[in-house]
């Protein structure tokens, strides 16, 4: 299992909407997304801190796995560890 990238939540909805999930809606800085009966909530954050987002990923029954594999699906993706800072 791969330790979990720090990612933005952005970066978050988009993985998961590669999953089939959908937002059902967005109340301040929170994102709500749906697949079928499942559901999770994702903060609309900078930066996830990884505690977040395995607790997100827990709540939306996705495997760390798919997730990491949904993120490079994105062919831009870089971690933000990688990323130069400005």
Avoid at 28 to 49: D, F, M, T, W, Y
């Amino acid at each position: 299992m791969p330790s979990l990238p720090v990612v933005s939540g952005a970066e978050a909805v988009r993985a998961l909407e590669r999953l089939s999930f959908v937002v059902a809606r967005q109340r301040g800085s929170h994102i709500v997304l749906r697949r079928a009966s499942q559901g999770c909530v994702v903060p609309n954050h900078r930066e996830l801190k990884t505690g977040t987002l395995s607790g997100l990923l827990k709540q939306a029954g996705v495997s760390v796995d798919d997730f990491v594999n949904a993120l490079k699906a994105n062919n831009s993706f870089k971690p933000n560890s990688l990323r130069e800072s400005a």
